[in-house]
């Protein structure tokens, strides 16, 4: 079992950046490892990817603003969200090995 757990969020104006951490319980440096965001009253949607071989992938809507990484040594993945917009309002779930869901940090991009 391991346990997921996210931080860094919070309150960003447009344009703003911020970088969210996934802290994990055991050891995830074979574990694929991905974001998702849930805005209110939409699905879950992809964000980004991260194979154990540091491999990314991105979803369209947030290619060339956001990036992906992983620290293994921490057992830690970060997303590093750049240019904010309104529209990445969501809250932010981290998931490992492709089953061990975090409880969600929000992320609010208002002026």
């Known amino acids: 079992q391991v346990q997921v757990v996210e931080s860094g969020g919070g309150l960003v104006q447009p344009g703003g950046s911020l970088r969210l951490s996934c802290a994990a319980s055991?050891?995830?440096?074979?574990?694929?490892m991905d974001w998702y965001r849930q805005a209110p009253g939409k699905q879950r949607e992809f964000v980004a990817f991260?194979?154990?071989?540091?491999?990314?992938n991105y979803a369209d809507s947030v290619k060339g603003r956001f990036t992906i990484s992983r620290d293994n040594a921490k057992n830690t993945v970060y997303l590093q969200m750049n240019s904010l917009r309104p529209e990445d309002t969501a809250v932010y779930y981290c998931?490992?090995?492709?089953?061990?869901w975090g409880q969600g940090i929000q992320v609010t991009v208002s002026s």
């Open positions: 055991g050891i995830i440096r074979l574990y694929v």
């Open positions: 991260i194979s154990s071989g540091g491999t990314t």
């Open positions: 998931r490992a090995g492709g089953r061990y």
